[in-house]
């Protein structure tokens, strides 16, 4: 496989259920009564499987389904210099339903540690991904800065937001170094605040926090780019907008217009993983945005937050409606989202998620 070939046509966003051994393990863990050596060889075991049952179920494209994590952001946020975790005073509000407290907060200058597990992760899954080519995702830098802004940087570090920015930018790219460094050729940058910055609820907040939607939206752009300054040819990067994703629940709503000129038109990942699968997101005029070239569109029309199989010839008929706004050569398919964004996973079965990735994978080869 080479860096062309990514995205797929038929591909996915990352994170599997988590079966019963990790799950089990986990508890163990946390209760003593296992070492973290042996955690790891039931990571290591369940891991492979994973890879087994994507690779069995059409896919060309492999992820570690994010066993070794109990958050999609958090993780991989504790284990940047100059970051901490905290116990927050409430969890993340999703519809009907909030998160673990947790928070992180900025207490010294951030910069990307070069001994980072997720390195050591990444070797792993590539050890043995055969044929197919293995995908990293770790979150984009948005979402550190996003969810709690000015008042979790400590102002005696960054009393300038910009050389806050500015180090960010930095992180990000030498992250995208090591990975790469460590054999990584497909990236995936995990975002949800485009999708908030599309949202008039998650507007309002902003606002009354004192931020301006049109500010963070130039500002992220701009880290995104720093970051992405200088990435190998051959490493692919992706950016996957997601409206909130937990235990089958969503944060915002809103079509991708109010950031489609800049996030489409002007952030240069080479690659957009979109939910589509609600009327939550909008229609597909946003996409007439997309740059005509190299860059892929990856279409999230199936659904991970529900078992029920979609419809193959109503996925087909909007992938076509798609078309009239991008290429079609420029366009693949995925599930709308990861199966499981933290370790409580969404409300399927594992039958019914990889039933959705057979059902990704037929429809690619029908269409493409």
């Not at 179920?57 to 952001?73: I, P």
């Not at 199936?302 to 366009?331: F, H, N, P, W």
Request: hydrophobic share 40%; net charge negative; charged share 25%.
């Amino acid at each position: 496989m080479t860096q062309a070939s990514t995205p797929f046509r038929a591909d996915v966003v990352g994170s599997f259920l988590r079966p019963a051994a990790i799950r089990q393990a986990r508890q163990q863990f946390q209760s003593g009564e296992i070492d973290a050596d042996t955690l790891r060889q039931v990571e290591d075991r369940e891991i492979r499987r994973v890879v087994e049952q994507q690779q069995a179920n059409g896919l060309q494209v492999v992820t570690d389904g994010e066993f070794r994590r109990a958050w999609w952001h958090f993780d991989f946020f504790d284990n940047l210099n100059g970051v901490e975790r905290y116990e927050a005073s409430q969890g993340i509000q999703f519809n009907g339903v909030q998160t673990k407290a947790r928070g992180i907060k900025v207490t010294g200058k951030i910069s990307f540690n070069p001994q980072h597990p997720m390195l050591a992760d990444f070797r792993f899954l590539n050890s043995i991904a055969g044929d197919a080519v293995a995908k990293m995702t770790i979150p984009s830098p948005s979402v550190l800065h996003f969810r709690g802004g000015r008042d979790v940087i400590d102002s005696r570090v960054y009393p300038d937001l910009a050389e806050y920015f500015d180090d960010l930018a930095q992180t990000w790219r030498d992250a995208i170094q090591a990975f790469y460094e460590a054999g990584c050729r497909y990236l995936q940058l995990d975002d949800t605040v485009w999708a908030y910055l599309c949202s008039e609820d998650q507007k309002r907040q902003i606002r009354e926090r004192g931020d301006d939607p049109e500010v963070l939206s130039r500002t992220y752009a701009y880290v995104l780019n720093k970051a992405l300054e200088g990435k190998p040819a051959d490493l692919t990067v992706g950016l996957h907008v997601c409206r909130g994703n937990f235990r089958s629940t969503w944060i915002s709503e809103g079509g991708y217009e109010p950031v489609a000129e800049t996030l489409f038109g002007e952030v240069n990942v080479d690659a957009f993983f979109l939910e589509y699968d609600t009327a939550r997101a909008g229609g597909f005029e946003p996409l007439r945005f997309i740059r005509p070239g190299h860059q892929k569109v990856v279409l999230g029309l199936i659904t991970t937050k529900t078992g029920a199989l979609e419809s193959a010839a109503e996925v087909e008929a909007r992938i076509a409606e798609a078309a009239s706004y991008v290429d079609i050569g420029q366009l693949c398919l995925s599930p709308q989202c990861g199966f499981a964004s933290t370790e409580e996973g969404n409300s399927l079965s594992e039958e019914e998620q990889w039933a959705k990735v057979r059902l990704v994978v037929d429809i690619a080869a029908r269409v493409w």
